[in-house]
Every structure is written in C-alpha cells, then in structure tokens.
C-alpha cells in the first residue's frame, strides 16, 4: 500500500470501571516515490464503561481534518457506540 499513517493517543482510567481515552492521527499517501499528498489528520475521544467483567460499552467521536487534496475536501464527525461481550 501507498497509504501511510502516525498516530498517537493515551489513556486514563478514572475509575476501575472506566477509561478515558484520547487519540489523533495523520494520513498521507505517496502517488509517486518521493512525493507526498496529504490525506488529513484526525483528532478523537472515545470513553468505556465496564459493566461486568465479560461486558462493556464505549462511546466515541472523531473528527477529520481533510487537506484540499482530499476526496470530498470536507472534514467528516464520526459518532459511534460499542458494545463487547467476552465469553
């Protein structure tokens, strides 16, 4: 693949049941050996709550920094919700 990415984020855990978690990417291709096109960079912030040991929610949101050279060149929100069940 062309498509390249650096991301980062840490976390905290303010109670035993929960965790905040906060992250941000940046997203480049390269068309042609040695040049680069920006894709953007996105920025988001998830939480979990631990309901059980084997259950647990989180609820997150991200939002999408596109570069001009974007498809589309609008910046995009992304909500979404989780649900894990270990068994």
Same mark, same amino acid.
């Given at each position: $693949?062309?498509?390249?990415? #650096?991301?980062?984020?840490? $976390? #905290?855990?303010? /109670?035993?049941?929960? %965790?905040?978690?906060?992250?941000?990417?940046?997203?480049?291709? *390269? *068309? *042609?050996?040695?040049? +680069?096109?920006?894709?953007?960079?996105?920025?988001?912030? $998830?939480? /979990?709550?631990? !309901?059980? +040991?084997?259950?647990?929610?989180?609820?997150? !949101?991200?939002?999408?920094?596109? +570069?001009? %050279? /974007?498809?589309? %060149?609008?910046?995009?929100? !992304?909500? !979404?919700?989780?649900?894990?069940?270990?068994?």
């Amino acid at each position: $693949s062309n498509m390249w990415a #650096i991301l980062a984020g840490g $976390s #905290i855990d303010p /109670t035993e049941q929960t %965790k905040v978690c906060l992250y941000g990417g940046y997203y480049a291709f *390269e *068309e *042609e050996p040695g040049t +680069e096109d920006e894709l953007g960079w996105e920025v988001g912030v $998830s939480g /979990t709550y631990n !309901y059980t +040991e084997d259950l647990g929610f989180t609820l997150g !949101y991200s939002h999408f920094f596109a +570069e001009e %050279k /974007t498809l589309g %060149k609008d910046d995009a929100d !992304y909500v !979404y919700f989780q649900t894990q069940l270990c068994f």
